[in-house]
Structures are given as structure tokens and as C-alpha cells.
């Protein structure tokens, strides 16, 4: 049961362009959203986040777009370069579990691979 | 800055072996994770912990279990290596709804 969804394995974009990653989750009690980039061989390294109270947050030339009703986030890059190249991955959580401790689960999607061209 | 460091970059095991991969995390994070990294399935999370002798089974726990003996370390323990746990090996460290802090991974090859 794969409760975040990145249908795009990949993603080819000319450098200058945006580059708009996607992301579908299916449980409504996800409520804090976040990207991630990763290089070969390395670990992932957080880019940015979302909580479900907001429908949009930016940083730099990075923004995630939330729509809470079609359970759809977004990471748009504008513009994008070369160094951009990597696998993003989106991620999704709820604070508190159905007990209602403080529970901090990350649930990712399968990633996709971003080629940004020169 | 937080700091997690996974104690291997690179391992090497033979099928059968009992493998211990060990996660360190400098930032006092109540939540540790463990996941894999396979090419078209993302990252799957094996194990997580949410306090000191508290584990929780992620989505593919068959194989491996963990240990947390002090609040930052999380040992991830392969019972019997098999070729099939031939991965890239992520720790995770993370204070409650604040984002996860990522180690350099382990990539494990059983062979």
C-alpha cells in the first residue's frame, strides 16, 4: 500500500526552465510535507516543507505547492540548473499517531530523477 | 550543525554472516529511523524508534531488527545476511514535526 506516490520516475529539463516535480499521497492524516534531494551515494538532504495549514511555501528558487483536497503536492524549481541533477524525493507524516503520542514517521515516495541540461 | 554518521560507507558480507550497521546522532532527536534505498522503490523504512528501548516495524522489517540502547544510537542488525539485503542503507534522525536529518548511507553488498 504505497501511501506516497511519485508517478514520474523521471524528468529532463533544459537549464533556465522550471522543473515541477509531483506527488500524490492517499492518507488524509498526513499533515507536514517535505522534499528531498539526493546525489549518488550520498544522503538525502532536506530541501524544504509544507505543513497542511498552508497551501504554498518558498525558499529561493524553490516552492511546494500543497492542494489539500486532491491530496496532490508539488515542487517547482525556477530556474533550474545543472547542479540540480539528482533524485528528489517527496516525503509525507502526521505528528501524532491514532494513540496520540508524538510520533515522528516519514513516509516517502519512489523518487525521480532530475536531469537538468545546459 | 546535526550530525548523523552511519559507521560504514561501504560493506562487504557473505550470505549467512550477522551484519550490524551502526547509526550515531549529535542533536538529542527522540525519532531514529532505518531505511532502504532501491532504484524504482524509494525509500523504505525498515525500522524506527521514538525513544530509548522503543521500536516500531516499518514497512519491511522481515530480516532485520535494531537495538536502541542510548538515545543516539540506533544499530540496525541483519540476523543472516542474504542477497536480497543488498542495498544502500539510510539512517535518520528527526525531532518530532521538524524535518529528518539523513547519514551518508551504507552501501551494503551481500555476496
Known amino acids: 500500500d504505497q501511501q506516497v506516490k511519485q508517478n514520474s520516475p523521471s524528468l529532463s529539463v533544459q537549464e533556465g526552465r522550471i522543473s515541477i516535480l509531483n506527488c500524490d499521497y492517499t492518507n488524509s492524516m498526513f499533515d507536514y510535507f517535505l522534499w528531498y534531494k539526493k546525489y549518488p551515494a550520498e544522503g538525502p538532504t532536506f530541501l524544504i516543507s509544507i505543513s497542511s495549514i498552508k497551501d504554498k511555501n518558498e525558499d529561493g528558487r524553490f516552492t511546494v505547492f500543497l492542494n489539500k483536497s486532491a491530496k496532490h503536492l508539488s515542487l517547482h524549481i525556477v530556474p533550474s540548473q545543472p547542479g540540480d541533477s539528482a533524485v528528489y524525493f517527496c516525503a509525507a507524516s502526521s505528528l501524532f499517531n491514532a494513540g496520540g503520542t508524538s510520533y515522528g514517521k516519514l513516509t516517502f515516495g519512489q523518487g525521480t530523477i532530475l536531469t537538468v541540461h545546459p | 550543525d546535526v550530525k548523523v554518521t552511519q559507521s560504514s560507507r561501504y560493506l562487504v558480507k557473505r550470505t549467512g554472516e550477522k551484519v550490524f550497521l551502526e547509526c550515531v546522532q549529535d542533536?538529542?532527536?527522540?525519532?531514529m529511523f532505518w531505511y532502504r534505498q532501491d532504484p524504482g522503490l524509494g525509500l523504505r523504512l525498515i525500522y524506527f524508534s521514538y525513544d530509548v528501548k522503543m521500536k516500531e516495524k516499518g514497512d519491511i522489517p522481515e530480516g532485520y531488527s535494531v537495538s536502541r540502547e542510548k538515545k543516539e544510537r540506533f544499530s540496525l542488525i541483519l540476523e543472516s545476511a542474504s542477497t536480497n539485503q543488498t542495498s544502500m542503507y539510510l539512517c535518520a534522525s528527526r525531532f518530532r514535526g521538524n524535518e529528518a536529518f539523513f547519514g551518508q548511507g551504507t552501501r551494503l553488498t551481500v555476496v
Open positions: 542533536m538529542d532527536h527522540e525519532n
